[in-house]
């Protein structure tokens, strides 16, 4: 065979072999193509998906909740009175290290900070009062336990410098009557400060250790009943500056203004039998009977405070459930639910628009923990349909009913 015909066939064969070399590449690029767009389609799905369970779905939600409006009439005593925008929240029961698994620590910590942190960016309050149990541990925490509590505290509920956070004491704070010790309280109280009043734009705000009103003489009972007196005595002198009185001698009056009552236990009622709402307790607890100094105040002690402080509202904490309930004199008093998703489907909060003579309440409610679960389960769905879709698993819907009308078309 003669050189040029070997040299022909060689180039040939080497072209041949070329082709097939650039065929099986583009098979690879497409396929590597393919599967990058599965990959990016499936990423986009997710990323979407935790944007809006993990941050947008809290502006949803609380961007339509709206300060309450004040009847005109409570401005109309020689010009117009400032009004203070108050939340209340209650029970946000951080988990500890001893009962709190860190899987449900991480998820419950961040719900409540994403809210908070929301809410205080919509609504700007002036002042925030969360009433008790804001440790699920603290009756047990070690020194150690306790600080990184509080650490975790005060990064997930951070605020600027104008908005003020008042807490109250709850029996997960520093335990029930029979476990509380002034180690515990002391501990509670360098924290979060101890102060029994607070006023603001002309309201008084009184707020109680609610578990030292056991009425038996204990040494941190006895202490809260004198400090009850003290604060008594201060909102009667602010009564009677107006009539010319004496008797308080100097020093600072107190705006003339019935306090709001801020306590972590209920006053006393027999049950949540008269509660009603989307977010009081489910129907089958609301009969069970209430134990008093256990689920609610004492008769004695409920009577002693609507006594000698004479408040125009009562807020309270501990049922994790709303109720709102008239006590004698016609005070009402309001049941926070709780702010943790651990205790509620359905958490919420309290906003109070408040003067020195009127107040308005309205509640925000935060997203519906289904409501997320039911778009993560959605959102595992289109992954499902994407990857069958992509591996042609799952006959295009348009063809599917395409054959559909062609069978029918036929019959």
């Known amino acids: 065979m003669d050189l040029p015909l070997l040299c022909w066939q060689f180039c040939f064969q080497a072209g041949e072999m070329a082709l097939v070399k650039w065929g099986l590449g583009r098979q690879k690029f497409r396929l590597l193509k393919k599967r990058s767009s599965l990959l990016l389609k499936l990423l986009a799905v997710v990323l979407a998906v935790l944007l809006f369970c993990e941050f947008f779905v809290y502006h949803l939600v609380i961007s339509r909740c709206n300060w309450p409006q004040l009847r005109p009439a409570a401005h109309d005593h020689g010009g117009q009175e400032p009004v203070l925008r108050a939340m209340f929240l209650a029970d946000t029961h951080l988990l500890g290290e001893i009962r709190g698994h860190w899987l449900d620590k991480l998820r419950r910590e961040w719900q409540m900070e994403r809210a908070f942190q929301t809410a205080l960016w919509w609504l700007q309050p002036?002042?925030?009062?969360?009433?008790?149990?804001?440790?699920?541990e603290g009756k047990w925490s070690s020194s150690q336990a306790w600080a990184d509590d509080v650490?975790?505290?005060q990064k997930m509920f951070r605020h600027p410098r104008h908005v003020q956070?008042?807490?109250?004491?709850?029996?997960?704070?520093?335990?029930?009557?029979?476990?509380?010790?002034?180690?515990?309280?002391?501990?509670?109280?360098?924290?979060?400060?101890?102060?029994?009043?607070?006023?603001?734009?002309?309201?008084?705000?009184v707020m109680l250790n609610s578990v030292a009103l056991e009425g038996d003489g204990c040494d941190i009972c006895s202490q809260a009943e004198a400090e009850l007196l003290e604060v008594s005595r201060r909102l009667n002198c602010s009564r009677e500056q107006v009539r010319g009185s004496g008797r308080c001698g100097g020093g600072q009056r107190l705006p003339l203004s019935a306090p709001v009552l801020l306590q972590h236990y209920p006053l006393y009622r027999t049950s949540d039998a008269n509660c009603s709402g989307e977010d009081a307790a489910p129907p089958e607890e609301r009969n069970i009977p209430f134990k008093e100094k256990y689920d609610v105040l004492s008769r004695e002690a409920s009577q002693k405070l609507l006594w000698w402080?004479?408040?125009?509202?009562?807020?309270?904490?501990?049922?994790?459930?709303?109720?709102?309930?008239?006590?004698?004199?016609?005070?009402?008093?309001?049941?926070?639910?709780?702010?943790?998703?651990?205790?509620?489907?359905?958490?919420?909060?309290?906003?109070?628009?408040?003067?020195?003579?009127?107040?308005?309440l309205s509640k925000c409610f935060l997203p519906r923990e289904d409501t997320v679960l039911a778009t993560y389960c959605g959102a595992a769905g289109i992954l499902v349909v994407l990857f069958l879709a992509h591996f042609e698993c799952l006959a295009s819907p348009f063809l599917l009913g395409w054959d559909l009308l062609r069978m029918h078309g036929t019959r």
């Open 309 to 360: 402080l004479q408040p125009r509202l009562v807020l309270s904490g501990h049922t994790h459930s709303a109720c709102e309930v008239l006590h004698a004199g016609g005070v009402p008093e309001l049941s926070v639910p709780s702010f943790s998703w651990r205790n509620r489907n359905n958490p919420s909060f309290i906003m109070g628009s408040l003067t020195s003579r009127d107040y308005t």
């Open 126 to 136: 002036e002042v925030v009062f969360i009433l008790g149990d804001i440790f699920d």
């Open 151 to 153: 650490q975790r505290f």
């Open 165 to 205: 956070l008042k807490v109250i004491v709850g029996n997960h704070d520093i335990g029930f009557h029979y476990q509380m010790n002034r180690y515990l309280v002391k501990r509670f109280e360098k924290v979060f400060n101890s102060e029994r009043l607070f006023s603001w734009k002309g309201v008084n705000f």
